[in-house]
């Protein structure tokens, strides 16, 4: 049987404005690790950003999976 493991990440609006190639270094590296992005999602958040209306800022939750190798699950 396949099996996976998963890692999730949030980042915020306010953040992205000035972290794009950072968030992108961060994203290869996962790619590099395995890991391909399964599926993300925006919600609201109370904060404050550029981008908010009203207090309100957007996270965003990117869900990856990889492939869990018998060799691999010996270290888990």
Not at 14 to 31: A, I, V
Not at 55 to 62: D, N, W
């Amino acid at each position: 049987m396949i099996e996976f493991e998963y890692k999730t990440i949030s980042v915020d609006s306010k953040e992205t404005e000035h972290s794009e190639k950072t968030l992108s270094d961060k994203l290869n590296s996962y790619g590099k690790n395995g890991w391909e992005l399964a599926a993300c999602f925006a919600y609201p958040c109370i904060g404050s950003s550029q981008y908010s209306l009203i207090g309100i800022a957007q996270k965003v939750t990117l869900i990856f999976k990889r492939q869990i190798h018998p060799e691999m699950e010996a270290q888990l």
